[in-house]
């Protein structure tokens, strides 16, 4: 890889990082606004209930602690990454848009190269980190395509896949 494309891809990774912690700066000016009156909110630690959802005004969050097939809501131009056994999904919908963060196990050796050119067959551009080892393949990919992105990271047979949709309001 390039020099140029290092730092294109860790500037997009770096992008979606910081969008995210803005989002949630912007989060905590919003709650320290309100009244300080302490709620309870049941972790996945303290149920045996696989599912727990958490809305917070404008804000939701669903989180699914057990074997899931892929999110019928996804949006039809991600391509299905069938590689793997999906884990955990946690389902994110804010004023700025949706996500879905996925934890996928028994990922086969070279799922990164062939998520790229799935992505690359649906349109998007992508850039990719691809290091070989003795078990398989480790790394990442970025796709984007509009207001799509999609970055899966993957290593050692386990691997996490999110896609975020940001919708313009």
């Known amino acids: 890889m390039s020099r140029q494309g290092f730092f294109r891809f860790t500037g997009r990774i770096a992008l979606v990082i910081l969008s995210g912690l803005l989002g949630a700066c912007d989060h905590k000016a919003e709650l320290e ?13 303290d149920s045996a209930e696989p599912d727990v959802t958490i809305d917070s005004g404008d804000r939701s969050f669903e989180i699914t602690d057990k074997v899931q ?7 039809i131009e991600v ?24 934890a996928i196990d028994g990922v086969p050796p070279n799922a990164v190269k062939a998520f ?11 850039s990719s980190l691809i290091v070989p080892e003795k078990e398989g393949e480790r790394g990442s990919v970025t796709g984007l395509k509009g207001e799509l992105t999609v970055v899966l990271i993957a290593s050692g047979g386990n691997a996490s896949l999110s896609v975020i949709l940001k919708e313009s309001r």
């Open 79 to 102: 391509p299905r990454f069938e590689a793997g056994t999906i884990r955990k999904i946690i389902r994110t919908e804010t004023p700025e848009g949706r996500s879905w963060d996925m």
């Open 116 to 126: 790229v050119a799935m992505l690359k067959e649906e349109g998007f551009e992508t």
């Open 69 to 75: 097939p892929w999110p019928s809501e996804m949006p």
């Open 33 to 45: 606004r309100q009244s300080a009156t302490p709620s309870t909110v049941t972790a996945p630690a």
